[in-house]
């Protein structure tokens, strides 16, 4: 069983910046594929980052957002900049214990955080 706990959420201006973690629990961290979705009200779900060797983005937030994590510290960071008022959603983050390759899919993820929200004012 993988817990995993997301912080850092908040309200911002649009264009202003804030940094997402997430503490998992297990003792192979660094073996799993850790992801960031994101759900803004009466909208799907949507991938937005994630990370094993390689990092991956959503076109949306290619060139604003940063995945990167610390196994030292079983925790995976989301920084976003330039943040826009379309980047408004609660984000969640996920880990995939047994990688299949759809690293984009909610499906692929075995074990999800509660989420936290994101709010960016125009």
């Known amino acids: 069983q993988v817990q995993l706990v997301e912080s850092g959420g908040g309200l911002v201006q649009a264009g202003g910046s804030l940094r997402l973690s997430c503490a998992a629990s297990?003792?192979?961290?660094?073996?799993?594929?850790m992801g960031w979705f994101r759900q803004a009200p009466g909208k799907e779900r949507e991938f937005v980052a994630a990370i094993n060797r390689n990092t991956y983005y959503a076109d949306s937030v290619k060139g604003r957002f940063t995945i990167s994590r610390d196994n030292a510290k079983n925790t995976v960071y989301l920084q976003m900049n330039s943040l826009k008022p379309e980047d408004t959603a609660v984000y969640t983050c996920?880990?995939?214990?047994?990688?299949?390759?759809?690293?984009?899919?909610?499906?692929?993820?075995?074990?999800w955080g509660q989420g936290t929200q994101v709010t960016v004012s125009s």
């Open positions: 996920a880990a995939d214990v047994d990688y299949r390759g759809a690293y984009y899919q909610g499906y692929e993820y075995d074990y």
């Open positions: 297990g003792r192979t961290f660094s073996s799993y594929v």
